[in-house]
């Protein structure tokens, strides 16, 4: 059965899990604005693609910014494909232009940024039909839809860091070191005994941050260092943000940076800072009384030590204690512990039922009547439902008409 509907209703998390867990073969579409895309899936994996949208989005020019091909061969393959309505990336791989390798690896960028970005979205609509073809698509090897998944936790997780140090996308940046010189530094030794590939490995510099190196020529921002380095938007950030903490790349000043902005005039007169200096001075030799405050200051720390030692004792003491605990306090702390074990389990399986009940939906237009029914659907497995008992009536109800529900912890 086809699903479709908006993505303010069920996000587009929740779908690709249901097609990761049904092992959907099919057509899968996403339209938002001005981007129309097109996926094929084949036992619950996307195989091929294709994206109509902004430049940025698009195959051919997306080759050609990273310098895979040049203007003359696009405009040919945008010509035969006029004529063909064959898809770009088979063109360029059939005539030999871009190798079958270096094809699947744009193909997987382009589809990695556009479910990343519309993982965030809050509106838009999608469709999967079941058993439809993809012969109009550019066929890649297949793409684990899990991993992308993965890849957005690890993104919300490091974004604050790497947006401090790579806020703006537009910023042009420059080389301001050699990496034999950075890991002579980090090693002392000599340039002509340095392997890169074992150094990185002790070091915060990896394949990722050389390959944006490699690139980084005081003309590309961190969209065409992408596009060049074949890695995702948020990969190249936390590249450069490497790079730039270890100082081998700089940011390339604006023209309205590079203006020195006029020094202030200064206010301050001599004679005032003439003064600041004699008080200082003053403040340095006052002498310290020995008579009364040497003796208050003696007395206090002779009362420091004697409550640090009352402490001392009293930790001991606390701690062979400790050491005696019940049978009773032993299995009370267990129980404190596995009641938290507990609530987080039944955190996670309530967001695997909700999930489970919006792919229902989707299949069957309506709610199901119990949570039973999703066991039966192979939504949900094993003891999924029974720790708590999620399938007490009074734990999850659905309104008659299958179109709304309520699920109590």
């Known amino acids: 059965m ?27 579409s996403l339209r938002r604005g001005d981007i129309f ?34 203007e003359k061969q696009l405009k040919a393959a945008l010509k035969r494909q006029k004529k063909s309505r064959m898809p770009i990336g088979s063109i360029l791989s059939g005539q030999g232009v871009i190798l079958k390798d270096t094809l699947t690896k744009y193909l997987h960028l382009l589809t990695t940024e556009l479910l990343l970005e519309g993982l965030g979205w809050r509106d838009g609509q999608f469709q999967f039909s079941p058993g439809e ?29 790497v947006s401090k140090w790579v806020p703006d996308s537009s910023v042009v940046y420059e080389k301001r070191g050699r990496l034999e010189e950075y890991f002579k530094s980090q090693r002392q030794l000599k340039p002509d005994a340095i392997d890169l590939d074992v150094e990185e490995k002790r070091s915060q510099i990896g394949k990722n ?40 790349v700089g940011r390339v000043k604006s023209e309205a940076e590079a203006v020195e902005p006029a020094k202030p005039t200064m206010t301050t007169s001599t004679a005032t800072k003439g003064g ?70 039944q955190h996670h399986q309530k967001r695997r039922i909700i999930e489970s009940l919006n792919i229902f939906r989707l299949e069957t237009m309506a709610y199901p009547t119990s949570l ?9 497995f094993g003891d999924d439902l029974d720790s708590p008992r999620w399938t007490n009536s009074q734990k999850y109800t659905a309104d008659p008409e299958g179109q709304g529900y309520r699920l109590r912890e």
């Open 276 to 345: 600041d200096k004699k008080k200082k001075k003053e403040k340095e030799a006052k002498p310290t009384t020995k008579s009364g405050t040497g003796g208050a200051l003696g007395a206090k720390a002779i009362i420091a030590q004697t409550i640090y030692f009352l402490l001392f004792g009293t930790l001991v003491l606390a701690a062979s204690v400790s050491f005696s605990l019940t049978k009773k306090e032993l299995l009370a702390e267990r129980t404190l512990y596995g009641s938290e074990v507990r609530e987080l389990l």
């Open 133 to 161: 073809s993809g012969d109009d698509l550019t066929a890649m090897d297949s793409l684990d839809i899990m991993s992308i998944l993965k890849e957005r936790e690890r993104q919300a997780q490091h974004l604050p860091t």
């Open 209 to 248: 941050e050389r390959l944006v190196y490699s690139y980084v020529d005081g003309k590309s921002d961190v969209r065409t260092l992408s596009r060049k380095s074949s890695l995702t938007d948020f990969r190249t950030r936390v590249a450069l943000a490497n790079l730039l903490a270890t100082k081998l």
């Open 372 to 380: 039973e029914k999703l066991r039966a659907a192979d939504l949900l």
């Open 37 to 70: 895309a097109n996926f094929q899936l084949a036992n619950g994996r996307l195989i091929a693609m294709d994206i109509d949208g902004p430049e940025h989005t698009k195959l051919g020019n997306v080759l050609l910014l990273a310098g895979q091909i040049d």
């Open 2 to 28: 086809t699903w479709s509907g908006k993505l303010d209703e069920i996000s587009l998390e929740t779908i690709l899990r249901g097609l990761v867990e049904r092992r959907a073969a099919g057509r899968f």
